[in-house]
């Protein structure tokens, strides 16, 4: 750690958005988060180096992270690289023992970083930027008006973090023709396939080629190690224990790998998912009633709730889009008698509606996964 002293020109109050004219007034950024896809990220950076590092001879080319924290008489620490040392807290799938080497298919979620061996004071100024894989992020907080909060500060560094980290899901669920594909193909990045396997998916409906062979790929991936592995997560949670013996026999039905046993796990979890939700509904609000809408809206504000942050990998607000469009979609009766296509839904399948040529391994792997991402979200 590298402590300068006293000067003005280290008491930085942000950076200027626009440019201003003398006597004019202008937009400053006080506190931010960029990474580095942003072109603001690097006047920022250039500016930061300018003033903070090159003064001391710290050359950028040696700089792979810093941490900068300007205090109230203007005396800074600057740390460099391995300084300080930063943990981050995770969200893990799965029961995992201390010690245990932890996978990027082990993350459930990325909620904050915190500097372990930095005391920050209320009255500090910050600026923080980092590396992930190839990518850069970069953090500040620089007005005093309100005092420092630093619970805040750690969860905004882990939005930023996380964000680096699963760039992809991101831009795919940015991107509306991507995520309309992926949609009504049944796919949403649920947790349990968000590393390694969803984004080989999501490249495949982006370029339009080698869909059929990702998909084959990835359910073939869901071995009975595997989801044995996944739903043992499940048991001990309540509504999950609860419902325990309907749930294993749709997981039964899916692990024979037959037509008769897909069809089989679809009838079963199909409708099983709105009595997870209205039964959790039950323990949190002490009544069952209410419409789907209502119960649904009630898992994404624990969702969102537990998580700490709507952009999360929970993926709230689009888990709530999926639920509607996907899970609990309306069918046209009308298409009954038509004999017209109609695709696998808690309605459709409770009203015997569906076509039996809906009934796939495909479906039926979807819906595991949706039981599954609900008890990330409720448990």
């Not at 924290?69 to 005396?75: L, N």
């Not at 396997?197 to 062979?213: C, F, Q, S």
Request: charged content about 25%.
């Amino acid at each position: 750690m590298l402590r300068r002293p006293t000067t003005d020109l280290y008491n930085m109050a942000g950076f200027v958005v626009d440019t201003i004219k003398a006597g004019a007034e202008g937009l400053i950024m006080t506190r931010g988060a960029v990474t580095s896809d942003d072109p603001q990220f690097y006047r920022m950076i250039k500016k930061t180096s300018q003033i903070f590092l090159q003064p001391h001879d710290l050359s950028p080319n040696h700089v792979i992270s810093f941490l900068i924290v300007i205090h109230p008489d203007h005396v800074v620490d600057i740390y460099l690289n391995d300084e300080p040392t930063v943990t981050v807290e995770m969200a893990a799938k799965r029961d995992m023992a201390a010690g245990t080497k932890l996978m990027m298919s082990d993350i459930a979620d990325i909620r904050r970083l915190r500097f372990t061996d930095v005391e920050l004071d209320p009255a500090d100024k910050v600026l923080y930027c980092f590396k992930v894989g190839w990518r850069f992020g970069f953090f500040f907080d620089l007005s005093r008006p309100t005092p420092l909060d630093v619970d805040a500060l750690q969860f905004s560094l882990g939005d930023l973090y996380r964000t680096l980290t699963f760039e992809h899901i991101y831009k795919t669920l940015e991107s509306e023709d991507d995520s309309n594909a992926l949609f009504e193909a049944g796919w949403f990045p649920f947790i349990e396939i968000l590393a390694p396997d969803y984004e080989p998916l999501a490249e495949a409906y982006h370029h339009k080629t080698n869909i059929d062979e990702e998909e084959a790929r990835l359910i073939k991936s869901f071995t009975r190690e595997r989801i044995e592995r996944m739903t043992n997560g499940w048991w001990g949670h309540a509504p999950f224990e609860e419902k325990r013996a309907i749930l294993e026999a749709g997981i039964g039905a899916y692990l024979q790998d037959t037509p008769e046993g897909f069809v089989l796990s679809i009838k079963t979890l199909g409708t099983e998912v709105e009595g997870l939700l209205r039964r959790q509904y039950h323990i949190d609000k002490g009544t069952a009633k209410g419409k789907v809408k209502v119960l649904l809206e009630h898992l994404i504000q624990k969702g969102t709730q537990k998580s700490g942050s709507g952009s999360s990998l929970f993926l709230p607000d689009y888990f709530l889009r999926y639920l509607h469009d996907r899970v609990f979609r309306q069918f046209d009766p009308a298409s009954i008698a038509a004999a017209a296509p109609i695709q696998v839904g808690r309605h459709s399948v409770a009203h015997g509606a569906a076509n039996p040529a809906a009934y796939t391994k495909r479906d039926a792997l979807q819906l595991i996964l949706v039981l599954d991402q609900i008890r990330f979200f409720t448990t």
